[in-house]
């Protein structure tokens, strides 16, 4: 494997592959730390996580430089991410025993009741555009209701792999309770197969998802899956304007446009569209982009060379079935892997820019003539993860965002983003299952009934 960094195109660093031998000792290890750890109790665990976070805090600067030389984000929005996962660390510490506390049903019997075990290890796969948050979100509940962790990251961000590692052992977490494993595809089904692995979790693409979920049902192991999205923005026309645009450009360029969960498809009626559209460019040409340890910038490069080739594929494409280029839509000239903040509009149904998710800083305006027509749009794609509506009937928006939105977390005048305390994850093909708050802890555990006649 090998680091490169996507604002400067300059190898960072090579990594050595594990093979199938050093795999094997690698879980095993982490077998045999979780036969220790299920035991130990929450006020054991809680004190741990709660150093986890503190380590976090205490290296933020650094953890920031890995993230940030390895995938490219604003330097300031790495730091927030590091201050992210302090935070989730902090949440399970606090909350994880409340939440797997046994649960007591009255029946016929003296005593019954549910209660939660953990199952075993939990394999996670995980992408690089939050190679810090993505990671610590699964492994702060799953270590905090007794499972141990493998983890496979994307190969593009090892340096996050073996700083995440570092973390848990500083804070005093048994060795290889949370290991790491850098393998390729291939070794990676042979994890997903393996006897002492019991879950897997991957966030990542579709078609990923997919491949992932046809390996674990083979073998009968429970996986949640947070896939791709193209989350709809729904500007509807008593909308507060100023902070619908703020929102939304903040939202899809945020991560340097590579989020699942940012602002995609602009949904706009055409009463509006006009207006939206001139405070729409004002607002994204406002965003400076260029070297993202450079405190002033708030656009970094894209990860990598191919993703950068495949957006500007799209954006071609949707011009040529149609779209009109407001703003950017072309490669800049120079290293890095960068591309400018982009707006198309006249987007319509067959264009890649409405069915397609474009991973990087373009919004596609989708314009409709009213209410109905906008959300049928907005529900019109494979996907469904996000979604957020904006109107100054908050009461109307509500109702439409509980009722007629389809997707997982659904937002009004507000930007759709995780939260600790709230479930994530969407439904489609932006995958099943839940992460974060106590939905998250429980997927990953044995929900067993004990009945004491």
Same mark, same amino acid.
């Given at each position: 494997?090998?680091?490169?960094?996507p604002a400067?195109?300059?190898?960072?660093?090579?990594?050595? #592959?594990?093979?199938?031998?050093?795999?094997a000792?690698?879980i095993?290890?982490?077998?045999e730390?979780?036969?220790?750890?299920?035991?130990?109790?929450? +006020?054991?665990?809680?004190?741990?996580?709660?150093?986890?976070?503190a380590?976090?805090r205490?290296?933020?600067?650094d953890?920031?430089?890995?993230?940030?030389?390895?995938?490219?984000k604003?330097?300031?929005?790495s730091?927030?991410?590091?201050?992210k996962c302090?935070?989730?660390?902090?949440?399970?510490? #606090?909350n994880?025993?409340?939440?797997?506390a046994?649960?007591?049903?009255?029946?016929?019997?003296?005593?019954?009741?549910?209660?939660?075990?953990?199952?075993?290890?939990?394999?996670a796969?995980?992408?690089?555009?939050?190679?810090?948050?993505?990671?610590?979100r699964?492994?702060?509940? +799953?270590?905090?209701? $007794?499972?141990?962790? *493998?983890?496979?990251?994307a190969?593009?961000?090892?340096g996050?792999?073996?700083?995440?590692?570092? !973390?848990?052992?500083?804070?005093?977490?048994?060795?290889? *309770?949370?290991?790491?494993?850098?393998?390729?595809?291939?070794?990676?089904?042979?994890?997903?197969?393996?006897?002492?692995?019991?879950?897997?979790?991957?966030?990542?693409?579709?078609?990923?998802?997919?491949?992932?979920?046809?390996?674990?049902?083979? !073998?009968?192991k429970?996986?949640?899956?947070?896939?791709g999205g193209?989350?709809?923005?729904?500007?509807?026309?008593?909308?507060?304007l100023d902070l619908?645009v703020?929102?939304?450009?903040?939202?899809?360029?945020?991560?340097?446009?590579? +989020?699942?969960?940012?602002?995609?498809?602009?949904?706009?009626?055409?009463?509006?569209?006009?207006?939206?559209?001139?405070?729409?460019?004002?607002?994204?040409?406002s965003?400076?982009?260029g070297?993202?340890?450079?405190?002033?910038v708030? *656009?970094?490069?894209?990860?990598?060379?191919?993703?950068?080739?495949?957006?500007?594929?799209q954006?071609?494409? +949707?011009?040529?079935a149609?779209?009109?280029?407001?703003?950017?839509?072309?490669?800049?000239?120079?290293p890095?892997?960068?591309?400018p903040?982009?707006i198309l509009?006249?987007?319509?149904?067959?264009?890649?820019a409405?069915?397609?998710?474009?991973?990087?800083?373009?919004?596609?305006?989708?314009?409709?003539k009213?209410?109905?027509?906008?959300?049928r749009?907005?529900?019109?794609?494979?996907?469904?993860?996000?979604?957020a509506?904006?109107?100054?009937?908050?009461?109307r928006?509500?109702?439409?965002?509980?009722?007629?939105?389809e997707?997982?977390?659904?937002f009004?005048?507000a930007?759709?983003?995780?939260?600790?305390?709230?479930?994530?994850? $969407?439904?489609?093909?932006?995958?099943?299952?839940?992460? *974060?708050?106590?939905?998250?802890i429980?997927?990953?555990?044995n929900?067993?009934t004990?009945y004491?006649?």
């Amino acid at each position: 494997m090998q680091a490169i960094n996507p604002a400067t195109e300059e190898l960072l660093k090579f990594y050595a #592959d594990h093979n199938d031998g050093q795999m094997a000792k690698i879980i095993d290890a982490t077998h045999e730390a979780y036969s220790s750890w299920k035991d130990t109790t929450f +006020s054991y665990r809680s004190e741990l996580m709660k150093k986890a976070a503190a380590v976090l805090r205490s290296k933020k600067a650094d953890f920031a430089k890995i993230m940030t030389e390895e995938m490219g984000k604003p330097l300031k929005n790495s730091e927030a991410e590091v201050e992210k996962c302090a935070w989730v660390c902090d949440y399970y510490a #606090d909350n994880a025993e409340a939440f797997l506390a046994d649960e007591v049903i009255e029946t016929d019997a003296s005593k019954s009741y549910v209660s939660h075990r953990p199952l075993g290890i939990v394999f996670a796969i995980m992408p690089w555009n939050y190679p810090f948050w993505q990671v610590f979100r699964f492994a702060a509940p +799953s270590l905090m209701a $007794g499972n141990a962790a *493998l983890l496979k990251h994307a190969p593009n961000v090892p340096g996050c792999a073996e700083a995440i590692v570092a !973390v848990f052992e500083e804070a005093g977490f048994p060795k290889h *309770l949370f290991s790491n494993l850098f393998i390729t595809n291939d070794q990676a089904s042979e994890v997903i197969t393996h006897k002492h692995v019991k879950a897997i979790t991957l966030t990542g693409s579709t078609r990923a998802g997919k491949a992932v979920a046809k390996q674990a049902g083979a !073998v009968l192991k429970k996986c949640v899956l947070e896939l791709g999205g193209s989350d709809p923005y729904i500007i509807l026309e008593d909308a507060d304007l100023d902070l619908a645009v703020k929102t939304t450009v903040a939202s899809r360029l945020k991560n340097n446009g590579q +989020s699942c969960i940012s602002a995609k498809r602009f949904i706009v009626p055409v009463a509006i569209k006009d207006e939206f559209e001139k405070r729409l460019i004002a607002e994204m040409k406002s965003y400076k982009y260029g070297d993202p340890t450079n405190p002033g910038v708030d *656009l970094g490069p894209l990860v990598g060379k191919k993703y950068r080739e495949q957006l500007a594929d799209q954006v071609d494409r +949707s011009i040529k079935a149609g779209a009109k280029c407001l703003l950017g839509g072309e490669v800049p000239v120079g290293p890095g892997y960068y591309y400018p903040p982009t707006i198309l509009t006249d987007v319509k149904k067959g264009m890649p820019a409405y069915e397609e998710e474009l991973f990087g800083p373009v919004a596609s305006v989708i314009t409709v003539k009213d209410e109905v027509e906008a959300m049928r749009v907005a529900n019109d794609t494979y996907y469904g993860l996000g979604g957020a509506i904006f109107s100054k009937d908050v009461k109307r928006a509500e109702v439409l965002a509980a009722t007629k939105l389809e997707a997982g977390s659904c937002f009004v005048n507000a930007m759709v983003q995780s939260d600790p305390r709230l479930p994530f994850g $969407g439904i489609n093909e932006s995958g099943f299952g839940r992460e *974060l708050s106590h939905h998250g802890i429980k997927e990953f555990v044995n929900v067993k009934t004990v009945y004491v006649r």
